[in-house]
């Protein structure tokens, strides 16, 4: 509750702050402070400080689970601000609005991380989609900008329509937007829950571009400013998702038989699509457009399996992502030339970067020691625990050896082939944040529960 | 404790060498490093024998039921001295190779250290896991950075298809967890799991695929050639003598014991391809003409028999893959110290242009008769034990009871067929008239002496007295097999 109110009360300030304050540092520091303040009032309020009771008659309810991805995703982003906060500035002119676009994101997300009706998760759902299409398209003399706003929104409104109907056909059935009211079903269920249920299962893939609904993905991440692709690649997918298996376990839990079959199959379709076509491209920041809905193949294996391992292994998958992608893309903007031969003997005249974005590649691949690992071994884990279908995992893990082709590639150009690639300026304060990712991406990969004893002390 | 310094020795010493600037202090200090990694491993074999001193165990992740839990018994005792005694031969017979970046490169020869040594001691799956991939990550980049013209491609198929191997193993171990009683990756509660004929036939292919490709065993042995041809000499020393081994050391201890109904099932068609790779190997290195993948095909037909012993399962079988584990390491080293003498002094490997060393360079000619009489198991040379063991072992096997004459015959056939290609090699390289490029030749310096001399005093100790190799591993091998033999008999459920 702490973090909900005041991320909203930040993004209004934000608003503001663009008229108040005049230069850029001051606006860039102001969101910076707030992005830290939201983070230890979200702690806090996991310690049991709570600033605020509000009566939301159930509507809304900050358990651990939600607690702890909220703070995963302000940790995230705060990272992300010291990252790329000074790019954002390259961007447009209105500087402060995107800051505040960004907190109203983020109020969505604590939103969509702790409902207990489906009015708040759709609420929750169009306060992050909304400011999105704004950011993606905030390159506005760039073509491929607009051009990626206007798809991301036409293509998005539907896939909310989708939900409303979704949802109103399950209201049809049951009366009720309580999730736990929805899921008590004894006999076999009626053809307005099923119908309900589909279309939930359909938009919610699509907000988490899962095959065969990623058509989207690639154009948008790749057309928006690369700093705002970073961001809704990252924390926002990984919100989604646990909206996705927290939709799915309270309000569909009883159903599961009904669609574990068909979760399986978008699973093996967006692993596949994901990793196959990421092989192909040669621009790494398409690869990585591609690589997050690979990435995202995997995190469907959490809610196809769904149970306890299921959901400790999202909360470490989205933190393991969101670390290792942003520290990729920040390292990506630096450069002038987005192709793979960009890269082209990196290693020798920025050895520091060229290290920690080979930890976040390593990471993302799946190498022991990173966190990336655990993540990828959770998921694993949890979706052998269900007895069934032994060949989703196996192909799960030949995908994850293909993507291994991929990001290897970035290594490669990095430190075995020659070149000397343009790089922009780079302060102390981006090559330590930089660092201290790298180090938490390894500190993860070992000791996994310092974030998962979170999750039950 | 042993164990744990083993690992975190290596481990350190390799990350300090990262910030170390000139070149001549990073090769002393990795060798100081090396040194006193082999002296710990004397340490653990004779002072420190007792069973306190070689294992540990601490938490790590009591959630998912893995602990830290590493152990030093007779086969880990006898590969860690392999890789103990390897890195400093390694690093003596290389001392005037000089590398760009010989920080970095000294550093991840050393992490690659610490990664074997954590296979050879890990007690429990998940840890076995996590070393077995990172050991592999150094290599990796050692070969990439600085091997050969054609490393990127040829060291990139390495990798994705060790990469595979595991994750399929992966599957497998985890599946073998979800199975035990008390869900823990300990390797004690892998001995107790208790699974149908069918599930341990398919969750053999799982893991024997990640080691078969490790060895390597045919057909999953197109990387090794390539590889060591473009890797740096060094590290091509390292792979061969120490990293193949891991794939054996799985075989033994994480498929034998753990799935011993899938292991006798598949055993005979495992044996078979071990075989048919050695042939094949064994054919092809008599058409070679390049000194380096000459070597490595041999390497392939003497990893196949080893393969082949292991599943005979029988102790006679089982002790001459111990003691052929730690021969196989040191006489392929040597060979690659010779083949990367030749190719820094003449630069080139092939065969056809060389001739006439022996007059020029006495010693070496000498050193190198005397490691390729034991890469062909003469007597009195340290692979004559293990070959007679394994031979022995492969007549009497239990599970090819069927075709054990013929699997015998065949591997007979490769021991003649290594004689034809190894004394060929000798005789084309080291014998006839010297041409203009050998002619000015002079013979070997101290260190490759020294390497080279230590090497051949341990080929004669093996091959004259091996008791002393044979006492580490007798109790665990006949562990193995009793292990083996009672769990084999379990009814399933």
């Known amino acids: 509750m702490n973090a909900l109110l005041l991320s909203a009360v930040l993004g209004v300030v934000m608003m503001f702050s663009g008229i108040w304050l005049k230069s850029k540092s001051a606006i860039r520091n102001v969101a910076i402070v707030g992005m830290a303040l939201l983070l230890v009032v979200n702690i806090l309020e996991m310690s049991g400080m709570i600033f605020f009771r509000i009566d939301t008659k159930g509507m809304i309810v900050f358990d651990r689970f939600a607690l702890l991805f909220d703070s995963i995703a302000f940790l995230s982003t705060l990272l992300y601000l010291f990252l790329s906060a000074q790019d954002i500035e390259k961007v447009g002119i209105n500087y402060a609005d995107y800051f505040a676009l960004i907190f109203f994101i983020l109020c969505g997300i604590t939103l969509t991380s702790s409902f207990k009706s489906l009015l708040i998760l759709f609420l929750g759902v169009e306060i992050i989609s909304i400011p999105l299409y704004i950011l993606t398209g905030s390159d506005k003399r760039n073509l491929k900008s607009n051009e990626a706003s206007l798809k991301y929104f036409l293509l998005g409104s539907f896939s909310t329509g989708l939900m409303l109907m979704g949802i109103a056909l399950i209201y049809g059935d049951k009366g009720s937007f309580d999730t736990n009211s929805i899921n008590l079903i004894t006999e076999t269920p009626s053809a307005l829950i099923v119908a309900g249920m589909l279309l939930l299962l359909f938009s919610m893939a699509f907000k988490v571009s899962a095959a065969p609904f990623h058509f989207w993905a690639p154009d948008v991440y790749d057309g928006a400013p690369t700093v705002f692709t970073s961001f809704m690649a990252t924390i926002v997918k990984a919100a989604v998702f646990i909206a996705f298996i927290r939709l799915f376990e309270e309000a569909f839990g009883n159903l599961q038989n009904k669609w574990q079959l068909l979760m399986a199959i978008i699973t093996v379709a967006t692993l596949f699509i994901g990793n196959i076509t990421a092989v192909f491209q040669q621009s790494v920041k398409r690869m990585l457009a591609y690589s997050s809905i690979a990435q995202a193949g995997f995190m469907m294996l959490s809610v196809y399996a769904m149970n306890a391992e299921a959901k400790e292994g999202l909360l470490l998958y989205s933190a393991a992502y969101s670390f290792a992608t942003i520290g990729i893309f920040a390292v990506l903007i630096k450069m002038k030339d987005y192709t793979f031969d960009g890269f082209n003997g990196f290693a020798k005249h920025q050895p520091l970067l060229a290290a920690t974005t080979t930890i976040f590649l390593l990471s993302l691949a799946g190498i022991p020691l990173t966190a990336g690992f655990l993540a990828k071994f959770y998921m694993l884990k949890a979706a052998l625990g269900t007895g069934k279908y032994l060949w989703l995992v196996i192909f799960a893990v030949i995908m994850a050896a293909v993507s291994v082709y991929y990001y290897f590639r970035v290594i490669q150009a990095m430190y075995f082939k020659e070149g000397d690639p343009p790089v922009l300026q780079i302060t102390p304060v981006f090559k330590w944040t930089l660092v201290i990712l790298a180090a938490l991406v390894i500190l993860l990969g070992i000791f996994p529960n310092l974030l998962l004893t979170w999750y039950y002390f | ?493």
């Not at chain 2, 001193?53 to 590493?70: A, C, I, M, N, T």
């Not at chain 2, 099932?265 to 790779?277: F, K, L, P, R, Y």
């Not at chain 2, 080139?348 to 007059?359: N, P, V, Y």
């Open chain 2, 1 to 493: 404790m042993i164990p744990v310094l083993l690992i975190i020795f290596p481990l350190l010493t390799g990350l300090i060498s990262f910030f170390l600037k000139k070149e001549q202090s990073v090769r002393l200090w990795a060798l100081f490093s090396s040194l006193i990694t082999l002296l710990i491993s004397v340490l653990g074999l004779t002072i420190l024998h007792e069973e306190k001193y070689l294992q540990h165990q601490s938490e790590w992740l009591p959630g998912l039921g893995s602990s830290f839990s590493v152990g030093l018994d007779g086969m880990g005792q006898l590969l860690c001295l392999l890789n103990a005694v390897a890195y400093p031969l390694i690093f003596i017979a290389t001392w005037n190779s000089s590398y760009k970046k010989a920080n970095n490169y000294f550093a991840l020869m050393l992490l690659a250290q610490a990664g074997m040594m954590g296979v050879f001691v890990a007690m429990d799956a998940l840890v076995f896991y996590f070393f077995w991939e990172l050991a592999l990550i150094p290599m990796y980049f050692l070969c990439s950075q600085w091997g050969g013209e054609k490393r990127i491609p040829v060291t990139f198929k390495f990798f994705i298809y060790t990469f595979i191997g595991s994750l399929l193993m992966l599957i497998g171990i985890l599946y073998v967890q979800s199975q035990t009683t008390d869900h823990s990756f300990d390797i004690n509660s892998f001995y107790k799991v208790v699974l149908s004929v069918k599930q341990q036939g398919f969750l053999f292919w799982l893991f024997f695929v990640a080691f078969a490709i490790k060895m390597p065993i045919f057909p999953f042995h197109t990387w090794q050639p390539d590889t060591y041809e473009q890797s740096p000499a060094s590290t091509t020393m390292v792979l061969s003598g120490v990293m193949v081994k891991m794939g054996l050391l799985g075989l033994i201890r994480w498929l034998m014991p753990v799935l011993p109904l899938g292991f006798h099932e598949w055993g005979d068609m495992a044996t078979s391809m071990a075989i048919t790779g050695m042939v094949y190997a064994s054919l092809i290195a008599i058409q070679q003409n390049d000194l380096k993948r000459l070597v490595a095909y041999t390497s392939i037909a003497h990893m196949g028999l080893m393969c082949a012993a292991v599943f005979a399962e029988n102790r006679s079988g089982m002790q001459g893959v111990m003691i052929q584990l730690f021969s196989h390491g040191i006489n392929i080293i040597g060979l690659w110290i010779i083949v990367d003498w030749i190719e820094k002094k003449f630069g080139t490997r092939k065969i056809s242009d060389l001739g006439g060393l022996a007059q020029k360079a006495p010693v070496a000619v000498t050193f190198t008769v005397i490691i390729a009489l034991a890469n062909i198991a003469l007597p009195l040379t340290n692979a004559f034990p293990g070959e007679f063991l394994m031979f022995n072992s492969l007549l009497t096997s239990r599970t090819t009871a069927v075709h054990a004459i013929l699997f015998t015959v065949f591997a007979g056939i490769c021991i003649i067929l290594a004689a034809i290609y190894i004394l060929n090699m000798i005789r084309k390289v080291f014998y006839g008239t010297p041409n203009p490029l050998t002619e000015t030749t002079s013979d070997l310096k101290w260190n490759e002496k020294l390497a080279l001399g230590s090497i051949v005093m341990l080929v004669f100790w093996i091959g004259i007295y091996p008791q002393l190799f044979l006492d580490v591993t007798n109790h665990f091998s006949n562990a193995i097999i009793d292990k083996f033999d009672a769990l084999q008999f379990i009814p399933a459920k």
